[in-house]
């Protein structure tokens, strides 16, 4: 079946770094979407990509979709302890949603 | 527009007993999908509904059932528990088929505890 990979699972940056995860599948996907859960929380719907090699920002996020369509990436510029959470990719591939590993990202003040 | 909702927060069963849990949509959705999550295996599909009927389903035991009502209110129950069991149970609501690429939304979960 199909099978989502993040990494890295774990990463710990001073505020102010800049922080990238990146989600590997192992198949083709028609989208990708990126979801936050702050500890103790739900999955909070981010932002979706569609077309190969779409980039787009939400303030300090920058979100990527690759060229072929199986990978994808999210970069948080100058941190700050709000982002502090787990970060999950999603992809649909024979119309099931597959959740990404997730990279849990801690913030130090 | 009410978000998720999702009955009981918290629950403690033992080994063997069954348990429901309850997921109401956001209004106007017609897809629920539940999802378990626990720390070592992350997030995992269990099914999807859509117009009360399941479209589709993860790789769990029969033990995990489901079901989802004409006002799209969505119950899972789970039969003959056991200690793996434990975990956190999210449902997610969506318009459309999630598998469709539908955006989700989740409730807050239902913590279940077994011993």
């Known amino acids: 079946g199909q099978q989502v990979m993040q990494i890295p699972q774990y990463q710990h940056v001073q505020e102010g770094e800049d922080f990238t995860t990146y989600c590997n599948s192992s198949t083709t996907l028609s989208n990708i979407q990126w979801y936050k859960q702050r500890p103790g929380g739900h999955p909070v719907f981010l932002i979706q990509l569609v077309k190969s090699g779409e980039v787009k920002k939400q303030k300090r996020l920058t979100f990527q979709f690759g060229e072929a369509k199986k990978n994808s990436s999210l970069h948080i510029t100058a941190t700050q302890t709000t982002d502090v959470g787990t970060y999950f990719c999603a992809g649909p591939s024979y119309q099931k949603v597959t959740f990404g590993t997730g990279t849990k990202l801690q913030v130090i003040p | ?115």
């Open chain 2, 1 to 115: 527009k009410a978000g998720v909702t999702q009955t009981p927060r918290y629950l403690i069963k033992t080994r063997g007993q069954q348990v429901t849990l309850s997921c109401s949509p956001i209004s106007g959705h017609r897809s629920v999908s539940w999802y378990q999550q626990t720390p070592g295996q992350g997030l995992q599909f269990l099914f999807e509904y859509f117009s009360e009927t399941q479209r589709n389903k993860g790789n769990f035991p029969g033990r995990f059932s489901g079901r989802q009502f004409s006002n799209s209110r969505s119950e899972m129950n789970v039969s003959t528990l056991e200690l793996g069991d434990s975990a956190l149970y999210l449902c997610a609501s969506s318009v459309g088929l999630a598998g469709n690429t539908d955006t989700q939304y989740f409730g807050p979960g239902t913590r279940l505890t077994v011993l």
